[in-house]
């Protein structure tokens, strides 16, 4: 399925300025780490901006040196001849902005006190993490880009599409939400309590101290659950044992799903900030396309892009129906969209999954008109 990007590196843009933030803070300055994979045209029209996940970063494709186990998130997406093809676009993933990956966020120096922000970060939206990234693009003189991305990468590309309409030529919205439900809320309120009320969580000063290693893994493990879906889980677990033949009857690990979860847990802790997952969590709650013009088809009307809306057909944290929402607010919008549901046992990480399908479907999108 086409040829690696190989070894990338990840860049830091500084940017000195300020910027108004949904809150009505001025916030500044702010690192924005990207990575780029191809080459820019002489019209600087040929960029793709590819969105990450949640938990995401820059790193979408390739790796960075020669032991680097890790291929970039969207290794199989991103290359000569992949869905996202390097031959003909330059392809931009950046940490979105309240990260811990490069970007800043409540892990980075404060310049004014030389110390981690911690809780003195503002809160953010992700209309202002799209700001941020047009900071990026607009640095790297880019003229018109296309913008994809899964989950909450998807959110984030519906916003470009609506704040940016003249920068936009095509959108790919894969797995993802106009808006998040009452119960996408609730799983994140669940997480955000548990890093809160870890004893070493310190009201967010704890750089120098013990991490709240505990809450943020519990943190983990339930959003993970909503990762999965009940069809995937039964053929992974089942109710199997985890290297036993009898329950121990205490309140250790007895099943193999328990040892999974505490695995991603523990393994999660070692990559990301607790503070950032609070930040990141919220601006996903706060994210609703229609808040700001009275419905979908309203905030829909001046855009000038393409949409490419794809579902899964187990994924229960945004499933095909609210893809189809949004499919129909474009239809009413009188806007060009094309819709596919995946059928897929793997829930919402389908799209960081099902690479063959999604490379066909995009793969047509994007030859469409070009």
Known sequence: ????????????????????????????????????????????????????ALTGDAHAAGYHNEEDKKRGWWDEMIGSDKAFDTNKYYVISSNMFGGCSGTTGPSSINPNTQKPYGLSFPVITMEDAVNVQKILIDALG??????????????????????????????IVIASTARLTAQGIAFNAVGRNAILSDINFNNGNYYDKV?????????RMIGHITYLCEESMHKKFGRRLQNKEKPDFDFGIDFQVESYLKHQGL????????????????????????????????????????????SFSTDWLFP???????????????????????????????????????TEIIKSFLKKDN
């Not at 393994?267 to 609703?288: M, P, Q």
């Open 142 to 171: 880019i003229k018109k880009i296309i913008v994809a991305g899964g989950s909450m990468g998807g959110m984030q590309a519906l916003d470009w599409a609506v704040m940016y309409p003249e920068y936009v030529s095509k959108v």
């Open 320 to 358: 095909t129906s609210q893809s189809k929402e949004i499919t129909k607010a474009l239809i009413k919008a009188g806007k060009d969209v094309s819709f596919c549901e995946i059928k897929s046992p793997c829930g919402h990480d389908a799209f960081l999954i099902e690479f063959e399908t999604q």
């Open 267 to 310: 393994t999660f802790v070692e990559r990301f900030d607790a503070n950032s997952y609070l930040y990141i969590t919220k601006a996903v709650d706060y994210f609703d396309l229609s808040s700001n013009y009275g419905s979908l088809e309203e905030a829909f009307k001046n855009t000038n892009s393409e949409f490419l809306i794809i």
């Open 1 to 52: 399925m086409g040829q690696s990007v190989g070894k990338v590196e990840t860049k830091i843009y500084k940017y000195e300025g300020k910027i108004k933030l949904t809150s009505g803070v001025e916030f500044g300055p702010i690192d924005i780490a990207y990575e780029t994979y191809g080459n820019l045209n002489e019209k600087k029209d040929n960029a793709i901006l590819v969105l990450h």
């Open 211 to 219: 991490q709240p290693e505990h809450g943020l893994s519990v943190a």
